[in-house]
Nanobody, 125 residues
Framework: QLQLVESGGGWVQPGGSLRLSCAASGFTLDYYAIGWFRQVPGKEREGVSCIASGGSSTDYLGSVKGRFSISRDDAKNTFYLQMNSLKLEDTGYYYC??????????????????WGRGTQVTVSS
């Protein structure tokens, strides 16, 4: 069974850091582009970051550039989102996703065929 499981969410004060992890099982990530998306109630899901298969390219939502960093460890079948200098507006439910397309996209969630169940990130003082 193909599965993605997120971990690492939680509560943090503004300016703090969190690292999200997403572990895959039932398939290997080597040939998949992977991404992180987030959603808050009443808003559409938005792409935060993605990384192409092999790590050849990455992309970020403009508001997180310079603060977030995506990485992948194909040997562990896991990928990560390091989030630094967190802001109140980063609060949301974060999902990881895998796409069989080799290139990555933060603008088109429809290319991702596998999704995790998500993890809550709350930034507040």
């Amino acid at each position: 069974q193909l599965q993605l499981v997120e971990s690492g969410g939680g509560w943090v004060q503004p300016g703090g850091s969190l690292r999200l992890s997403c572990a895959a099982s039932g398939f290997t990530l080597d040939y998949y582009a992977i991404g992180w998306f987030r959603q808050v109630p009443g808003k559409e899901r938005e792409g935060v970051s993605c990384i192409a298969s092999g790590g050849s390219s990455t992309d970020y939502l403009g508001s997180v550039k310079g603060r977030f960093s995506i990485s992948r460890d194909d040997a562990k079948n896991t990928f990560y989102l390091q989030m630094n200098s967190l802001k109140l507006e980063d609060t949301g439910y974060y999902y990881c996703a895998a796409s069989s397309y080799s290139g990555c996209s933060v603008t088109n969630p429809n290319v991702y065929g596998h999704w995790g169940r998500g993890t809550q990130v709350t930034v507040s003082s």
